[in-house]
């Protein structure tokens, strides 16, 4: 017995922003879900497959017209044809797609319930399938919990789109459950989907990604395709096979390594180099990323430009090679990471001044207050005052006779009753800003009305923070 087992079709799935590249194939990306799909249906009809299971996300969210669905339908309708069934469970982007609902498929695909766990035997094939969908797109219930023991004489395999959990993946834990939540069933093969990456997660029993049968973007690189089952009369799995679908196109990352090199001429010729690696057959979307110390790091980065355009018209040598982005991560020989033009940018500058010693920096001054000038003195004061107080409070040290929160003679009873309070104010990068504000004075930093930034707001006994002017 053959079973084949694809999951994340997203058939026409939009490869957003490609349009922003210059020389983008666009038309020849749009439609490698579905030659991938082709593909797929080619490869069933010709082991033959016993049956094709597909573990959700066929479509790509809520699509407006019927065509994407009619087109599925053909393809399923040719596999109807060879005699071969076909399973399917729908994910959590199938959940989403309303015109899914009212779409009539071929009699032989059997679209499972999404209120409870289905069972379906195959007499024929030999196989008992079991499987739930989602009813929703964000389900976040366990569903393979609930999935039936399992039934004797046939081989059989739990159909699930999920997210699960202790994976190396970083897609969302939808429908999340457990390795274990798995083998309870006793199923000898778990068909799922969910995740883009193929995976073999256990081999007793067989707990399975096929990964998505199309990369749509830089973040899905590497081959895509599907899984073969090859199931023996003792009901024993024989075989796991990888199979290629993605014939129109694949990305790819290529990390070069440009250590050691002196100058752009050089980095040129090693990227050139690596792309003679890249093999011919398909289309192959490259992102670069130059890796390593060299003295050419600052020409790297002063010239990024000039570099990707040198970099695209070398890759226009190559029959059938697209280079979408050129990244620059080298460092110079002496281990910085300093680009040019790092000083209007606080956040390469924090990079940058980080590692370096702080000697070097600032120089040593003997008198400590000086080092906290920035901060009134008032303020530094109540800081330090309520820090001596939280101490007993925090470790149950008693004073006064008393211990601190129990109601006796200590100094603090309560957690109102701290001398300040810190109240964080939303960072910078969750949407808000630091306020700049003038603190009651103390006598040195009221004169000079000083100001000065912080990411948390102090209110401190006889101060009070005045709005920003």
Known sequence: ????????????SPLRGLSLYEGAPEEDLR????????????????????AVLLAGDVYDGDWKDYQTGLYFSRQMARLGRAGIPVYMVSGNHDAQNRTMRS????????????????????????????????AEWDLTDNLAAGYPPRDGGLFNVGLLHTGLEGGHHEHKRYAPCTIADLEARDYDYWALGHVHTQQIVRRQPWIVYPGNIQGRHAREPGPKGCIVVTVDGDLRVQSVDHHDLDSTARWARLDVDVTGLDDTDQ????????????????????RVTLKGRTSAH???????????????????????????????????????RCPPGWRTSPPRRMTTVDPLDSERLRPPMPNTRRRR????????????AGAAACRPHLTGQRLGGGEVGAGGDGHLQARGDLPWVIAPTRPMWAGGSYPWRKMAPSDEDSSAGRSWPTPHRLVVPGTRARPST
Do not use: Y
């Open 103 to 134: 779409l009539r498929l071929p009699d032989n695909v059997h679209v499972f319930a999404t209120r409870e766990p289905e069972t379906v035997r195959d007499e024929k094939a030999g196989l008992v399938v079991h499987g739930q969908g989602f």
């Open 298 to 336: 600052a020409a790297l980065w002063r010239h990024r430009e000039r570099m990707l355009n040198e970099l695209r018209a070398a890759a226009g040598h190559h029959p059938n090679l697209w280079l979408e982005k050129v990244k620059v991560r080298t460092s110079s020989e002496d281990g910085g």
């Open 31 to 50: 439609l490698a879900t579905r030659r991938a799909l082709e593909n797929l249906v080619r490869l069933a009809i010709e082991l033959p497959a016993d």
């Open 1 to 12: 017995m053959k079973i084949l087992h694809a999951a994340d079709l997203h058939i026409d």
């Open 373 to 384: 000038s920035p901060v009134p003195g008032a303020v530094l004061a109540a800081c330090m």
């Open 267 to 286: 980095v040129l010729s090693r990227v050139q180099q690596r792309f003679q690696e890249i093999p011919e057959e398909r289309l192959t979307a490259v």
